[in-house]
């Protein structure tokens, strides 16, 4: 079965400094996909960074970059140079397989930016 | 603004009624994919359609069901509604049936509270 933890319900962060979310993921499909999507209070979900199983690299989406350690099952964000637009409920999923298009979330993490 | 528009934003029923809440994809869009999220949890996959067909379903009862129309709009359909029905239901969109076909374009959601 599916599973993505995210260990950090709220992270607290200074404006402009870097922030790492955390996010574990389990499966046995060879073939995955990670995301993770930005909820601010309206509740619409925003789609941040995608990463693929098989990707040699680590994606970058401009201040957001997805650290991929394979091994260890892990797909952090990591956002550089936060601004308060960034303080939002924070979600890691993934997609097994290339059949329908369901994603497992996480609990998610509450990121609040302070001035 | 991803170009998916859900209706109603807002809506309270009592238990035992069926509520209906709509779905508008992004223009291009033949998929689309329902999923439920309570309060301080992550979204939760329901179903999804693919060229008017169900093509994949998460956990839910069968009260839960869908449609999707041949301009792919969508509806889910909620019956004898229970207390713990009180969620944000999501719609998204995307491209493809299958495949990784990158991120899944969310809409607002539609708040239901059931009292």
């Known amino acids: 079965a599916q599973k993505i933890t995210q260990t950090q319900p709220g992270m607290f962060v200074q404006e402009k400094e870097a922030v790492t979310l955390d996010c574990t993921y389990d499966?046995?499909?060879?073939?995955?996909?990670l995301f993770w999507y930005k909820q601010p209070s309206s509740g619409e979900m925003i789609f941040l960074i995608y990463q693929g199983s098989y990707d040699q690299q680590n994606a970058t989406e401009g201040r957001y970059s997805l650290n991929f350690q394979k091994a260890r099952k892990s797909a952090n964000l990591v956002i550089s140079a936060s601004q308060l637009g960034d303080s939002a409920m924070y979600f890691c999923a993934m997609r097994e397989g290339q059949g329908a298009q369901k994603l497992v979330f996480g609990q998610g993490t509450r990121l609040t930016i302070n001035p | 603004e991803t170009g998916v528009t859900q209706s109603p934003t807002h809506l309270i029923k009592t238990r035992g009624q069926q509520v209906t809440l709509r779905c508008s994809s992004q223009s291009g869009h033949n998929t689309v994919s329902w999923y439920q999220q309570a309060l301080g949890q992550g979204p939760q996959f329901i179903f999804q359609?693919?060229?008017?067909?169900?093509?994949g379903r998460g956990n839910f009862p069968p009260r839960f069901s869908g449609l999707q129309f041949p301009n792919y709009s969508s509806e889910l359909n909620v019956n004898a509604l229970e207390l713990d029905d009180s969620a944000l239901y999501l719609c998204?969109?995307?491209?493809?049936?299958?495949?990784?076909?990158?991120?899944?374009?969310f809409g607002e959601g539609s708040r239901l509270t059931v009292l």
């Open positions: 499966t046995s499909d060879p073939s995955y996909g």
């Open positions: 998204a969109s995307s491209p493809l049936a299958g495949g990784f076909a990158g991120e899944l374009f």
């Open positions: 359609y693919y060229r008017e067909e169900e093509n």
